[in-house]
């Protein structure tokens, strides 16, 4: 099969063209559940166990009405299932969801469905159960990838082809930053104990665990994981880590029960699992003007390369301003 590219980049689906936004996300799987029962049977049957298998059902995208718009709706006989998609591990916020309770009124009966890469743990920590009577339920993007899985063994023909396409689309668009993207997420590490005597430092989280974590969604940290993770302390950089496989959990302590239940501690933290440590081994000097605590990005090559962190961001913003003018 030829390749096709576009703006430089493949094009691995037919969705890949709509673009990676939630409306783009909503509408492909809006389209191939409206394509392929077997699909869109299993994902209702996930938020709406009352459906009927002779139920008729139609499927509307970007609906307006009086107040706000919803992503995809799933209007059924006597019901109204509604979807509201986000990217990444984001929530739709209660405010947001309320927005849609009149409709459901109206249908007689329905549900609200939240959809992101977010865990039905993180959710539940996140999410009322229910606004004004009507359910609030939350679908991991992973539930539906398992959906799609099990479709695609029993569907022929043009069904397949579908779900073919929106499965390499969904692995595009949720997946962590992509393979080539090799900016490194640059921090420092203290000796502090955050579990108190005889737990483990912040460093040694990292050294010894091979695990890295922090506040989701607040004080500026990504919410967007990154490839890469450089780690300084004692004026350098002293580790380079791939981050092997990222998660957010409802409060840190869903991963280490021994830390202290407080605000810090009680809120959604990005959790990375680090992989082994990259060259260079020896540590690289931050530098004059690099603020001790601050948070930087930098290329990979550039840190790898360059005799200082100072000049590894220079190389970075450098190459950064020429890929902007070209």
């Not at 691995?12 to 996300?25: I, K, T, Y």
């Not at 109204?80 to 309320?98: C, G, N, S």
Request: aromatic share 8%; hydrophobic share 40%; glycine share 6%.
């Amino acid at each position: 099969m030829a390749s096709l590219t576009r703006y430089g980049a493949e094009v691995g689906s037919a969705f890949s063209l709509l673009g990676q936004n939630e409306n783009d996300l909503t509408a492909a799987l809006g389209f191939t559940m409206a394509r392929c029962t077997a699909l869109s049977d299993a994902i209702l049957r996930r938020v709406w166990p009352a459906l009927g298998d002779e139920d008729d059902i139609s499927f509307a995208l970007e609906v307006r009405a009086e107040i706000g718009r919803t992503d995809l709706e799933v209007r059924l006989p006597s019901a109204l299932v509604i979807f509201e998609a986000k990217r990444d591990w984001l929530l739709p916020t209660t405010t947001q969801l309320t927005q849609y309770v009149s409709r459901i009124h109206r249908s007689g009966a329905g549900a609200l469905v939240s959809l992101s890469q977010a865990s039905t743990a993180l959710a539940e920590s996140q999410l009322p159960t229910e606004i004004q009577g009507v359910p609030v339920m939350h679908l991991p993007w992973r539930d539906v990838l398992a959906d799609i899985a099990a479709a695609r063994a029993v569907c022929r023909g043009r069904e397949r082809i579908w779900l073919e396409e929106l499965h390499t689309y969904l692995l595009e668009v949720i997946r962590m930053r992509t393979v080539a993207d090799s900016l490194v997420y640059s921090v420092v590490l203290s000796e502090d104990r955050p579990g108190g005597e005889g737990t483990p430092t912040y460093r040694e989280f990292v050294t010894d665990h091979l695990c890295y974590f922090h506040p989701y969604g607040v004080g500026g940290w990504p919410t967007d994981p990154p490839n890469f993770m450089a780690f300084r302390w004692a004026g350098a950089v002293q580790r380079i880590h791939r981050i092997m496989h990222a998660d957010v959990v409802p409060t840190i302590r869903d991963r280490y029960p021994y830390l202290p239940e407080n605000d810090a501690s009680d809120r959604p933290h990005a959790v990375y699992d680090l992989g082994p440590r990259l060259p260079p081994l020896d540590p690289i000097p931050n530098g004059a003007g690099i603020y001790p605590s601050s948070r930087l990005w930098v290329l990979l090559d550039q840190l790898q390369t360059a005799q200082s962190l100072k000049d590894a961001i220079a190389g970075t913003r450098a190459l950064q301003d020429g890929w902007a003018t070209t």
